[in-house]
């Protein structure tokens, strides 16, 4: 077990101490706040982010909601995967849901996003319906790509993917953070990466060209613990990733507190209109192998993943925090799960049932406004005709 998740394993310990502490001043102003239990670990910033976090009743509801959705969302993905409905890689999001939505909603509706491989959670956050991520990767018309980018390859508005070559999209997102500056437009953009990628060089090369130029831009680190398989302790030399930018300024958040995730999320994002770029470590981890392919067993112990589920999950301890201190009751929580497990059957039904593209559409969206009669010769012995 790598360092920073035992210190975290061993913080979350003292959760139930934390939640007595609640009860008696949530149930008076329909709101929970408390402290948390472990403060946020800082580089070269003189002052964090606050260590008193809160939210009121509504937000808690949408909160849970939307880490729910998304879980379910990749069980389903996981078992649509085994039938052999789903095809190519995919790299499932279960247990990291606390740092899509508890970034998302430090975030403006105008900031962006840009990420890597481990994209379904993000993608449904950044606003395509369930459907449209489902759908996507079993192929289908009604996904977000139409069903031609895949597990890899999810757009919408403001979120620029899913990005298949690791690293890779951290440079473009400080190119997107240019864009913002440039157009004197006041928003960041997040570019996540994992803790495999941190080792990247083109990582360090966007760390820099940001600090030059101070871009709005927040790079985040989702340290999963494991990579594509390898502990972060056996392959990465310094595992403090949050100091990694060096003069760049950093911050390690526990990544399974939803709260805590948007109070940090804040912090960056003012500092990063004002200040340039500012690094952002998120504990976190992933239930899954790094894919489908990899069982996740190899490389650490089934005690460790179902300690982390007991003691850390984002889902049932935030349900925990918000039921006990009487901010909500368990049967609107259930009333959630009912409400998500049925949106998803029929999620599920449709990505296995709406039509394919036609072939012909397969050179389509490949150029802008191209010229009528264009003709894209492909990799066989046909030549297609571009229509748009």
């Known amino acids: 077990m790598n360092k920073s998740l035992k210190k975290f394993i061993f913080t979350s310990d003292r959760l139930g101490q934390a939640i007595r502490s609640l009860s008696l001043s949530s149930k008076s102003n329909n709101t929970i706040s408390y402290t948390i239990d472990k403060a946020y670990d800082l580089h070269r910033l003189e002052q964090g982010p606050s260590l008193e976090v809160s939210c009121n009743k509504d ?15 990749e069980t389903a993905s996981g078992n649509l995967y085994k039938d052999k409905q789903i095809r190519g890689f995919c790299h499932l999001y279960s247990g990291q849901e606390a740092v899509c939505v508890g970034m998302k909603a430090a975030m403006d509706q105008n900031d962006s996003v840009i990420t890597a491989y481990r994209a379904h959670g993000w993608t449904y956050i950044m606003g395509v319906p369930l459907l449209g991520v489902l759908a996507e990767l079993t192929g289908r018309k009604s996904g977000c790509a139409k069903g031609k ?25 400080a190119g997107i953070a240019l864009k913002h500056k440039y157009m004197n437009e006041p928003n960041v953009c997040v570019a996540l990466y994992g803790d495999g990628a941190a080792n990247q060089g083109q990582v360090f090369e966007a760390y820099n060209m940001a600090k030059l130029w101070n871009l709005p831009v927040i790079f985040v680190c989702e340290n999963n613990g494991y990579a594509m398989g390898t502990s972060v302790n056996r392959g990465s030399a310094s595992s403090d990733f949050y100091t990694r930018g060096d003069f760049v300024p950093g911050i390690r958040v526990d990544g399974m507190d939803v709260l805590g995730v948007r109070e940090a999320t804040r912090f960056a994002r003012d500092f990063a209109l004002t200040n340039g770029p500012i690094l952002l470590e998120m504990v976190t981890y992933r239930y899954s192998g790094h894919s489908m392919s990899d069982p996740g067993t190899s490389y650490r112990k089934r005690e460790e993943v179902q300690e982390v589920r007991q003691k850390r999950d984002p889902i049932t ?25 049925a949106e998803m059957q029929e999620v599920e039904r449709r990505a296995l049932t709406d039509p394919e593209l036609d ?21 066989d012995n046909f030549i297609y005709e571009v229509s748009k």
Do not use: W
Not at 59 to 73: G, P, V
Not at 149 to 173: C, D, E, R, W
Not at 326 to 341: C, F, M, Q, Y
Not at 359 to 379: A, T
């Open 359 to 379: 072939v012909q559409e397969l050179y389509n969206d490949v150029y802008y406004q191209p010229e009528p009669n264009f003709k894209v010769r492909g990799c």
């Open 149 to 173: 980018g895949g597990s890899m390859h999810m757009y919408t508005k403001n979120f620029y993917g899913g990005n298949g070559i690791v690293g890779a999209q951290i440079p473009l997102g």
């Open 317 to 341: 301890t935030f349900s925990k925090r918000i039921t006990e201190a009487g901010l909500v009751t368990s049967e609107e929580l259930k009333e959630i799960d009912n409400a998500v497990r």
């Open 59 to 73: 937000e808690a509801l949408e909160f849970y909601r939307k880490m729910q959705s998304i879980r379910r969302l």
